[in-house]
């Protein structure tokens, strides 16, 4: 099974942000259906990359273009 950060002493901050915790789960979800195992020592910058990935690509889709 894939780790994505879980245990106590390899996770990443617990910011206690629930977008935060949805992304992790979706981002360990993706990697379990895919028999991807993260080494623990790798799983916070992951998870952290993962999430600057998630809100970029937000903000992308966000913005507006104008032919002006």
Do not use: C, Y
């Not at 910011?15 to 949805?22: F, L």
């Not at 916070?44 to 990935?53: D, F, K, N």
């Amino acid at each position: 099974m894939a780790h994505a950060g879980t245990e106590e002493t390899t996770g990443p901050p617990n910011t206690g942000d629930p977008q935060h915790a949805r992304a992790d789960r979706e981002f360990a979800a993706a990697l379990a259906a895919r028999g991807i195992e993260m080494p623990p020592d790798l799983a916070p910058g992951v998870l952290a990359g993962h999430r600057s990935l998630r809100t970029m690509s937000r903000l992308l889709r966000e913005v507006k273009i104008s032919d002006d």
